[in-house]
């Protein structure tokens, strides 16, 4: 059975495998682990849907976000994680709302989201997803933003919804890779969160995970224990740049995550880089082109 490396956050070489017993012993630890930690995670939500629908009448639910869902689900990946280590960047600005870029790993990731953005935030994600049972109940408490593929002026109506969220004091949460890592490396970034983030006038916060891949695969539910680590970049404006600045900001973001994803180290000269790319890039008059269903 191989065991992570703790440097990529992948697999390393093969090493002997334990004995039958051992494993079986392991395997049943982890079983019983993973049925504890998604117990108190339906619990969260269940206890979020009640509260939240109960008195959203009264009280805005991002409150109850922030006290209940947040620090609730933030506790189910500290249950899950061997150790949890959060890490904000000098010029993060907790206050601020902004469009979250996370990278895409599994069905704990808003777990890691909600543990580490200090307000209250909403999701971006496909229609569908609402229809879900407690969860699409309580993306539609916390006023998350829906996404109808090939539904004409869709674009634009991401980018009202997304300004009109700032608005309220939500931030939003996107994936820009769009779909979960398979290998563990961060795949490309789709243009269209980052699109979405400029025409509501709203700065991109890189936010990323390491670890989260060696703790629990795509497709399974077993959660093996193993150091989490969660790196918050500074906010990077979108508005006013150029095209050539545009597609900086995806590759440059993407360069931030995807290297803290590897290492689990803070990649401080990709962040400066990030930050410094107005200057580093020259702007130019030529409008960014509208997002396209190839370009989401």
């Not at 805005?60 to 947040?70: A, E, I, L, N």
């Not at 699409?136 to 996404?147: E, F, N, P």
């Not at 890189?206 to 629990?216: A, K």
């Not at 995806?250 to 401080?268: K, M």
Request: proline share 8%.
């Amino acid at each position: 059975m191989s065991s992570p490396d703790p440097v990529t956050d992948k697999p390393a070489h093969a090493s002997p495998r334990p004995p039958l017993p051992l494993r079986a012993l392991k395997g049943a630890v982890e079983i019983a682990h993973s049925t504890a930690v998604w117990s108190a995670s339906f619990a969260v939500m269940s206890g979020v849907v009640i509260i939240g629908g109960g008195l959203s009448p009264v009280l805005p639910f991002k409150k109850t976000h922030t006290y209940v869902g947040g620090p609730g689900m933030g506790l189910c990946l500290r249950m899950a994680a061997r150790t949890l280590d959060i890490t904000y960047h000098e010029d993060f600005d907790p206050e601020r709302r902004g469009v979250f870029m996370q990278n895409h790993v599994n069905l704990m990731d808003a777990h890691a989201a909600c543990a580490s953005i200090p307000h209250a935030f909403c999701g971006l994600m496909n229609a569908w997803q609402f229809k879900i049972p407690v969860y699409g109940q309580i993306m539609r408490l916390a006023d998350g933003i829906a996404v109808h593929p090939g539904k004409a002026g869709r674009f634009k109506q991401v980018a009202a919804d997304a300004r009109n969220r700032a608005e309220k004091g939500i931030s939003i949460l996107a994936f820009p890779e769009a779909h979960r890592t398979l290998d563990g490396t961060v795949r490309p970034f789709k243009r269209g969160v980052f699109f979405m983030a400029r025409d509501a006038g709203l700065p991109i916060i890189p936010l990323c995970t390491h670890g989260m891949f060696t703790l629990m695969k795509k497709g399974s539910m077993r959660i093996r224990r193993r150091p989490v680590k969660i790196f918050v970049g500074p906010q990077i404006e979108t508005e006013g740049l150029g095209k050539r600045q545009f597609s900086e900001l995806i590759t440059r973001t993407h360069a931030v995550v995807s290297q803290f994803s590897d290492t689990g180290e803070i990649p401080t000269e990709a962040v400066r880089r990030l930050q410094a790319l107005r200057d580093e890039v020259p702007g130019d008059d030529e409008r960014v082109a509208p997002a396209t269903a190839a370009s989401e």
